[in-house]
């Protein structure tokens, strides 16, 4: 996947890029587990926009909660969305859409939402920040955003593993490489407060994934690619393992209002 430029002019990349199997992981997800923490906050008739919004899974779910009012899954992955389009179309939802778009320069008039979501986009982030200014400027006065990103610092791993831990650590300097911060989740509380927001609260859980031979095997993909082939070796060798495995990850999230 090519490297796009953030406004600060540093370059970024998305660290599971667009293979198969990331792109599966990230169509497991649904706004009632992974964007529970914002539906709250969520009533009919509210426009909102969810920003990074990958393959569409919770874009759908966002857009069934404030029904009939409208929302728009934007991504710099224009690739994902027609898979959102065609979920929409399978299920009826008729209020949402999908459009490429980068979270640095959105494309629509200042105080035109009532609601932002972003979910698992801000740790691939040089400037997060700055993703988060621009969209608190097309927030309305009194408009909430909530966003989640995991924190790399929290793994939950059964039976623990030297070798795993290790690539767990070969990974996040990959992320860093590309311009992300796999600590992310730990900041959002500081990020939304330099952006301008106010009254931010924060929140964390953790994941464990249904399925730790698919989430192992993605990282280990990842890892390959990198050229860290032993770590590779090391996380599938663990996942193989005849004795039960858990794979839990740390998610912050955070909710702020738009005060201005």
């Given at each position: 996947?090519?490297?796009?430029?953030?406004?600060?002019?540093?370059?970024?990349?998305?660290?599971?890029?667009?293979?198969?199997?990331?792109?599966a992981?990230?169509?497991?997800?649904?706004?009632?587990?992974?964007?529970?923490?914002?539906?709250?906050?969520?009533?009919?008739?509210?426009?909102?926009l969810?920003?990074?919004?990958?393959?569409?899974t919770?874009?759908?779910?966002?857009?069934?909660?404030?029904?009939?009012?409208?929302?728009?899954?934007?991504?710099?992955g224009?690739?994902?969305?027609?898979?959102?389009?065609?979920?929409?179309?399978?299920?009826?939802?008729?209020?949402?859409?999908?459009?490429?778009?980068?979270?640095y320069?959105?494309?629509?008039?200042?105080?035109?939402v009532?609601?932002?979501f972003?979910?698992?986009?801000?740790?691939?982030?040089?400037?997060?920040?700055?993703?988060?200014?621009?969209?608190?400027?097309?927030?309305?006065?009194?408009?909430?955003?909530?966003?989640?990103?995991?924190?790399?610092?929290?793994?939950?791993?059964?039976?623990?593993?030297?070798?795993?831990?290790?690539?767990?650590?070969?990974?996040?300097?990959?992320?860093?490489?590309?311009?992300?911060?796999?600590?992310?989740?730990?900041?959002?509380?500081?990020?939304?407060?330099?952006?301008g927001?106010?009254?931010?609260?924060?929140?964390?859980?953790?994941?464990?994934?249904?399925?730790?031979?698919?989430?192992?095997?993605?990282?280990?993909?990842?890892?390959?690619?990198?050229?860290?082939?032993?770590?590779?070796?090391?996380?599938?060798?663990?996942?193989?393992?005849?004795?039960?495995?858990?794979?839990?990850?740390?998610?912050?999230?955070a909710?702020?209002?738009n005060?201005?």
């Amino acid at each position: 996947m090519p490297r796009v430029a953030s406004e600060t002019g540093n370059a970024e990349r998305y660290t599971p890029g667009d293979m198969a199997s990331a792109v599966a992981v990230m169509a497991d997800r649904r706004v009632e587990t992974h964007g529970r923490f914002f539906l709250p906050h969520l009533r009919p008739g509210q426009a909102v926009l969810d920003v990074g919004c990958g393959p569409g899974t919770i874009t759908v779910g966002l857009a069934a909660a404030v029904a009939p009012g409208p929302v728009l899954g934007v991504d710099a992955g224009a690739h994902q969305l027609d898979q959102g389009r065609r979920l929409a179309a399978q299920v009826g939802m008729t209020n949402v859409a999908f459009e490429a778009a980068s979270c640095y320069e959105l494309p629509w008039p200042d105080q035109s939402v009532d609601r932002v979501f972003s979910h698992a986009l801000l740790e691939h982030l040089v400037d997060p920040v700055a993703a988060l200014r621009e969209a608190r400027r097309v927030l309305r006065p009194g408009g909430m955003i909530g966003v989640c990103s995991p924190d790399w610092g929290g793994f939950l791993l059964t039976p623990p593993s030297d070798g795993v831990a290790a690539a767990l650590l070969a990974y996040q300097d990959v992320q860093r490489g590309n311009g992300g911060d796999p600590l992310a989740g730990r900041k959002l509380g500081v990020h939304l407060g330099e952006a301008g927001f106010a009254d931010i609260r924060v929140d964390a859980r953790y994941e464990r994934f249904t399925s730790t031979t698919a989430m192992a095997e993605l990282l280990a993909v990842l890892l390959d690619e990198a050229g860290h082939g032993d770590h590779a070796r090391s996380v599938r060798m663990w996942s193989d393992q005849s004795c039960g495995t858990m794979f839990a990850e740390a998610w912050v999230s955070a909710v702020a209002v738009n005060s201005t």
